[in-house]
């Protein structure tokens, strides 16, 4: 395949360039590092920014894409069915 843009760097206003799945945990740290989360259901993500001292539980609905660097997606307080799909 061929990538006619692989020599530009990457900043957060570029376009993705990996898509994963966020598995919540209330421990494990998110890796890598996303620029957005995307909701898979009307629901809360409960999660830490990376600058942050204090988790937030953000009310979502669905396909709804949060543009946060998020440090952490907590189990705890996520309400979300399906799966929250992290772009980087």
Sequence with gaps: MS?????FGDSLTA??????????HNSNALDPLPKAIRAPSDG???LRAVNSDSDVAHPVREGEVLAVRAAYVRATGTTVTGTIVGYA
Excluded: E, Q, W
């Design 3 to 7: 990538d006619r843009l692989s020599t």
């Design 44 to 46: 809360v993500i409960t």
């Design 15 to 24: 376009p993705v360039r990996m898509c994963f799945v966020v598995a919540p």
